[in-house]
Structures are given as structure tokens and as C-alpha cells.
């Protein structure tokens, strides 16, 4: 494996470990509501306590498809 290569697959992995990460903290709904608060229209103004009881479920990480002719619903029914 030469040098460039090496590079590149230490790339991706500090990419999928960043990714993992944001997907943990994202997860964390006072964090979420705090983003939404900010960002999103229909909540601006709003405080991020107020926020919470609008994100509904828990979210699924890494968990269900989302590749085209996957089911998500039927993905959940197998666990």
C-alpha cells in the first residue's frame, strides 16, 4: 500500500468517526431543539424546552436504510 493510499483510508476513517459523533450528539433532542430554535422557521422564537415536545420518537442511529427500495418501517420490524 503506497503512501496515498494509506492517506486516503485515514481520511475516511476520521470522516466516519466525525460522522458517527455529529449522529450522537444530533441525537441528543435539547441539542436538536436548541438547533431548530435558531434555524428552522416555525420554531424561531421559541424556547428550545418549548421545542422538545415537537421532536416525537427516538431516532434511529445508524440503524435503518436509507438506500432507495429499502423499507425503513420493515427494517425496524426485524430488530
Known amino acids: 500500500m503506497d503512501?496515498?493510499?494509506k492517506h486516503a483510508i485515514q481520511t475516511a476513517d476520521q470522516e466516519a468517526q466525525y460522522d458517527?459523533?455529529?449522529k450522537r450528539?444530533?441525537?441528543q433532542k435539547h441539542i436538536l431543539a436548541y438547533i431548530l430554535a435558531k434555524t428552522v422557521?416555525?420554531?424561531k422564537g421559541m424556547h428550545p424546552r418549548?421545542?422538545?415536545q415537537y421532536i416525537e420518537?427516538?431516532?434511529?442511529?445508524s440503524e435503518v436504510?436509507?438506500?432507495p427500495g429499502?423499507?425503513?418501517a420493515e427494517k425496524r420490524r426485524e430488530k
Open 25 to 27: 450528539l444530533l441525537v
Open 50 to 52: 418549548d421545542v422538545m
Open 41 to 43: 422557521d416555525e420554531f
Open 70 to 72: 429499502l423499507d425503513s
Open 65 to 67: 436504510s436509507v438506500e
Open 57 to 61: 420518537g427516538e431516532p434511529f442511529i
Open 3 to 5: 503512501a496515498e493510499e
Open 20 to 22: 458517527e459523533k455529529a
